[in-house]
């Protein structure tokens, strides 16, 4: 039946308690018409035994069916699903399938996250491209997993491209990152480890936050998604708490994983007039990370703790709460060494020493730019960088400690008042 409104007036001359499936209903019930008779069907269905249901692909009932309406929210498909459409997809004539069991495993894998219908698109797309299914489709399915994710605007795949030598300083978050590296596999769960729950990195701007969670992925060969939450609130695209639990059982779907949450504050400081909304997503985050049974290790990040509330901070939330502060003397010169490499420059033919001593107070992200500054200006003059450049560099920044001192100060009050744990050597 194509007209809603007529498939509503059928149902309600139908007589008998039964329960009646529509089939992508949602695709009308935001025509205000239509959801006014489907609110009238519901209420003389009242007390009838008769029960409407709606099955739709991210169907969410309508604000004027709120009350009426009980939506069930069915898990994204598992393995085993994922299997069962591969096999239908494979019944296609003239289709060679060329796999081991093992990289079948992987192109299955690969899938995870999809919906059924996503994934029978994607698979066949992998089979149409040149039919035959092998090895090389992996990584098409990855691809195309890649790019439905990103369409949907919640979660980001990050390709791992950073790694641990990246990371000027920071030696405990490192050291404990790595003792866990092996911590997700059967072994360990054989061997009685439960699987690390997730940290939080905390401190002030530009001191490493993001790019060691960019490193974990890589580290520990598992896919990195981001969640950024200051997107969720943008009005665009349906509601804030939604799209948090959509992302959230995304991410469980492709575990082991890892989450990495970014800029977690900016769940409590959104939107002043509709506080209620922040206060709800940032719930919805907080009781998941403590329901989940996925592997799916979290990495929250946030830059201002006065937004954060102590419920928050608990311990037993997170596995630990790292700050980090402006690096020491040695970590600035780790970083301006690594920064040097980075540019195709050997630290030791600059006076790496003197610079990190002078750059007091200064974060890697400030001497990251100094550098940058300094090569600009070499450039310019056809002549190689020296270490002068980067020292004058240096002088002419004002650096956040000195720009913001109240603020930075308070932050670093704050954190070692015992709430955190310093993500550097003592
Ligand atoms: P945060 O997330 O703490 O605000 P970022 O990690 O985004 O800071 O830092 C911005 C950039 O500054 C990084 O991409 C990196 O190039 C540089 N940087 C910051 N801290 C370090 C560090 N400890 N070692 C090397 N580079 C750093």
Known sequence: MRDPLEALDRVRSMTGAMLVVLR???????????????????????GTGTALLVIGAGARPPAALADEAVPIELPLPDLDELSGVLAEVCEAPKLRRDLTDEQSERLIQAALGLTSSQARRVFTKAIVHNDVLDERDIALVLEEKREIIRSSGILE???????????????????????????????????????????????????GKSLTAKTIGGLWGQPLLRLDVGALFSSMMGESEQRARDALRLAEAIAPCVLWIDELEKALSHGGNDAGTSMRVFATILHWMQERSAPCFVVATANDVSALPPELMRRGRFDEIFFLDLPSITEREEILAVHLRKRGRDPS???????????EGYTGAELEQAIAD?????????????????????????????SQRERVGELRRWLKDGRAVSASSP
């Open 24 to 46: 992508d209903f949602h695709e009308y019930w935001e025509d205000p018409q239509v959801a006014r008779r489907l609110r009238n069907l519901v209420q003389q269905l009242r």
């Open 349 to 359: 033919a600059f006076r790496v020493a003197g610079l990190a001593a002078a750059a």
């Open 374 to 402: 300094a090569m600009y200006t070499s450039f310019a003059e056809r002549r190689e960088l020296a270490t002068e450049d980067i020292s004058r560099s240096l002088r002419r920044q004002v650096p956040l400690s000195v």
């Open 157 to 207: 795949f990050h390709a791992a491209a950073e790694t641990a030598d990246d990371v000027g300083g920071l030696n405990a978050l490192k050291a404990w990152l790595r003792l866990r590296q092996r911590a997700f596999g059967h072994e360990a769960r054989e061997y009685g480890l439960p699987a690390p729950k997730g940290i939080a990195l905390i401190g002030i701007p530009g001191t």
